[in-house]
């Protein structure tokens, strides 16, 4: 074999006979000096082979003849205290690698225990409690215990064997991203910040998994988890299948969204065109109506008619939506709605958040904001602090006097929302009274009609593609679900599809033109 070749194929092997060395010495410095001196080894010699296919045989054989002399060239005889003495034999530095190495295996075979095997196992061989101790402690049989005891060595003697790895997501964590539909979501976005819960939601997806197989996938110790796979089920977001734990939630994650994207093109482009061949016939009737339009030009005009007519499909199709298949279920947090999440950071994500018809308290106003990612650079309202938002919205809706005690009304000041005038707010959006409210409503109503049936047409096909990724036990959550995402999508598939044909032009200033209110006084 020639040098060369050699010399490539130890290259690309590398991390391989770092990692070898590595594993067998447990220590960056001495791995790195048994790599080189087996890296020079077999290129001094490797001319000798006649055939190519020998050589890893070859390196392999020299790396553990290379270990075994580094081994036995270490000082064997140094002061021993007796414990060490082992007959007529001392305790050599191989005896030390060989004990660290079970020492090692042990305590990772420990850290995957689910926890009744852990804590008998810790209590009853580290903490030297006796079985009645241990029976009164966790409030089991002293049969249980024994039980314990007899079934954890056997885990331990098969897991040490084990040529563990743990997976993917112990060095390079996924992303999930959570989502909600329905009353209020706390405390399902705050949860979901953090990396961990997001990661067993997705390891725990496609099937059920024991405590002790998402501790090698995840990297984490069993203890760890368990505190953690106790929240998201006290939250219903994962559920226990047996001895092992599911998700319980659909996850749509990015194969499924490239996949039925395709399938949904050729509605929403017919449906564009339709939109907007009415709106083109019906502006002169709409800008006749009674509201207070902001002083908007014709674009702008188009943009907020065209957002009025996706703002009543989705509430048709929502309330159609509950007709068929009856109220949103009931959650864990006291709401009734779906938590529901994506694989991805919001890649497929067509929105920045909405707000469909959201009231003050004595229910004289609403305001509506629909934040297409389309539109971010002239409309992006950040959801926060949302109860006072919505407050300080629909205060300008009904040019109230500012109330000093709402510290939104800077934030949405600022942002180009509402204006101050006098003391009172003022709206930097279109303001409708509700009978020129109603009138625009049954003006656009045929173009309602026509985006609520691709919404339907969109939401079967999702429906029945869905439940090609989804584990079998939320397929009946599928149908609900698909049409509540999907039927939103389909007002971006529709608006987007609009701007590409320059129907609609994106303002190039701050322009709040998909955002209305409606004064009901």
Known sequence: MDIKTASELIEENLHTIYSWSFSKLYDKSEAEDL??????????????????????????????????????????????SEDEYQGVCYVTPEDEIIKSEELNLLRRELSILSDRYREVTVAYYIHGKSCSEISKELQISNEMVKYYLFKTRKILKEGISMNRQFGEKSYDPQVFRADFWGGYSTPYFDLFKRRLPGNIVLSAYNAPVSVSELSVELGVSAVYLEDEIEILERYELIKKVGNKYQTNIIIFTDAYEKRVIEKFK??????????????AEKMPELKKLSFNSNGYDENCLRWLFANIV???????????????????????????????GYDNDYANHHFNG?????YNNDGTAWVSAINYRIIEKCQHLKHRGMYKQILALTDAVLNNIADEGNEEIINLIEEGFIKAEQGRLVPNFAVFGSDAFEKARDILMPAIEEVSRCMREICDVATETLKDYVPKALTDKCAQLSSIHHQMDVMAYIIEEMVRREYLVIPAEKANVCMFGVDER
């Open 35 to 80: 790599a080189q001196d087996i890296i020079y080894a077999v290129l001094k010699s490797v001319q000798r082979l006649e055939k190519d296919e020998a050589f890893f045989g070859y390196l392999w054989r020299t790396a553990e003849n290379l270990l075994q002399a580094r081994i036995r060239s270490r000082n064997r005889y140094t002061a021993v």
């Open 266 to 279: 050729p509605l929403y482009e017919k449906s564009a065109e339709i939109v907007n061949a009415f709106l």
């Open 354 to 358: 909405i707000y469909t018809q959201s």
């Open 310 to 340: 996706m703002y009543h499909a989705l509430r048709k199709n929502d309330n159609e939506g509950i007709e068929r298949f009856g109220d949103y279920p009931p959650l864990a947090n006291g709401s009734c709605g779906f938590v529901f």
